[in-house]
């Protein structure tokens, strides 16, 4: 059974930062390519980052490139997501997904999700 577990969410003013963890338990983590995703009210889910098995290749969606960085700790069985110079529409629930093939951004693609960490950026 995978379990994913995000946290680090907040509310906070445009230009700051926030560091979001998810914490996977299961099978060996290693396995999966890791994601991170977000839903603003009223819109779809859509696709923000992700990371190899190794963590040496990751993948941004156009919106964030230059001020969020994903990256992960398979030592502990987590990923992050450092985000930085956050911006009113940055807010959104965040999830983690795991999946099984490298610099996939659809939904479908990813097997195991989390319940979501609420990020709000006030201007």
């Known amino acids: 059974q995978v379990q994913l577990v995000e946290s680090g969410g907040g509310l906070v003013q445009a230009g700051d930062s926030l560091r979001l963890s998810c914490t996977y338990s299961?099978?060996?983590?290693?396995?999966?390519?890791m994601a991170w995703f977000r839903q603003a009210p009223g819109k779809e889910r859509e696709f923000v980052a992700t990371i190899t098995r190794d963590g040496a290749n990751t993948d941004y969606a156009d919106s964030v490139k230059g001020r969020f960085t994903i990256s992960r700790d398979n030592a502990k069985n987590t990923v992050y997501l450092q985000m930085n110079s956050l911006k009113p529409e940055d807010t959104a629930v965040y999830s983690c997904a795991a999946g099984m093939k490298n610099f996939r951004v659809g939904v479908s693609d990813y097997t195991y999700w989390g319940q979501g960490t609420q990020v709000t950026v006030s201007s």
């Open positions: 299961g099978r060996t983590f290693i396995s999966y390519t």
